[in-house]
């Protein structure tokens, strides 16, 4: 086989996957994997698996940064260590998603919390807020999670 029908034969392979990944179901699957793993009842389940997300109140990164200013909130990035290591919101406090209900004891007492993970489709800060409010704590998601902080231009640090 000469090289251009070598790249032809690569560039449809890519073809191919395109079209296995230009179906949002597919696209909604993926992405819930991608934040741990599901059983096929969770995944038959994805159209609401992120639920009534307004009903929480999301904050807005504008406003999070205010509140920060103030002294007024504990900023919770629900995301895995290794993520919050690469990149996290200045001052957030690391509590990963898996570890939160365990973990309760550790976060102050009456503290005004706004919890942020990947973005505006994971799941982590919506479970997170209700686990939170469930247990007695003032809590609302960060609207669009991390990814929307950076689009607004917001300081992000990296380390533990």
Same mark, same amino acid.
């Given at each position: 086989?000469?090289?251009?029908?070598? =790249?032809? *034969?690569?560039?449809?392979? @890519?073809?191919?996957?395109? =079209? &296995?990944?230009?179906?949002?179901?597919?696209?909604?699957?993926?992405?819930?994997? $991608?934040?741990?793993?599901?059983?096929?009842?969770?995944?038959?389940? /994805?159209?609401?698996?992120?639920? +009534?997300?307004?009903?929480? !109140?999301?904050?807005?990164?504008?406003?999070?940064?205010?509140?920060? #200013?103030?002294?007024?909130?504990?900023?919770? +990035?629900?995301?895995? !260590? *290794?993520?919050?290591?690469?990149?996290?919101?200045?001052? *957030?406090?690391?509590?990963?998603?898996?570890?939160? &209900?365990? #973990?309760?004891?550790?976060?102050?007492?009456?503290?005004?919390?706004?919890?942020? %993970?990947?973005?505006?489709? %994971?799941? @982590? $800060?919506?479970?997170?807020?209700?686990?939170?409010? *469930?247990?007695? @704590?003032? /809590?609302?998601?960060?609207?669009?999670?991390?990814?929307?902080?950076?689009?607004?231009?917001?300081?992000?640090? /990296?380390?533990?």
């Amino acid at each position: 086989m000469d090289v251009h029908a070598r =790249k032809i *034969a690569l560039y449809e392979q @890519f073809a191919r996957v395109g =079209k &296995a990944l230009a179906n949002p179901a597919r696209l909604e699957m993926l992405d819930l994997l $991608a934040q741990g793993e599901r059983s096929v009842e969770d995944l038959a389940e /994805a159209r609401s698996y992120l639920g +009534d997300v307004a009903a929480l !109140e999301p904050v807005a990164p504008d406003e999070l940064l205010r509140r920060m #200013r103030d002294g007024q909130v504990l900023v919770l +990035d629900v995301r895995p !260590e *290794a993520e919050y290591a690469a990149g996290h919101i200045p001052g *957030a406090v690391n509590v990963p998603h898996d570890q939160l &209900a365990t #973990r309760l004891a550790e976060l102050p007492d009456g503290a005004r919390i706004v919890a942020y %993970c990947r973005g505006r489709y %994971c799941v @982590f $800060a919506p479970d997170a807020v209700r686990l939170l409010r *469930a247990s007695g @704590f003032s /809590a609302r998601p960060l609207q669009g999670g991390l990814p929307d902080w950076q689009l607004a231009g917001l300081p992000v640090t /990296a380390g533990a």
